[in-house]
């Protein structure tokens, strides 16, 4: 806290200090694209593994709400 008087605590402002952008996981036309060929595991929103492996596309998920976990990131994804 900053300050306190009689009974009111004053706090400092608390939030995310910064938020990066990262154009490594997109999805086009039905596709997941990664930004290079890398390691990626993508899960469906029931927490079931629906793809592993090294790649830079990912075709052929169903329409849904996906995780997708590579390396340097972890994102949400919608195929539509």
Do not use: H, W
């Amino acid at each position: 806290y900053i300050a306190k008087t009689d009974n009111v605590l004053i706090c400092a402002p608390t939030g995310i200090a910064d938020v990066e952008a990262t154009n490594d996981v997109l999805v086009a036309n039905g596709e997941v694209v990664l930004g290079n060929a890398q390691a990626v595991e993508v899960f469906d929103f029931a927490g079931r593994l629906v793809f592993n492996g090294t790649t830079s596309r990912i075709s052929g998920l169903a329409k849904g709400m996906y995780i997708v976990k590579t390396p340097s990131a972890v994102m949400k994804v919608v195929i539509k």
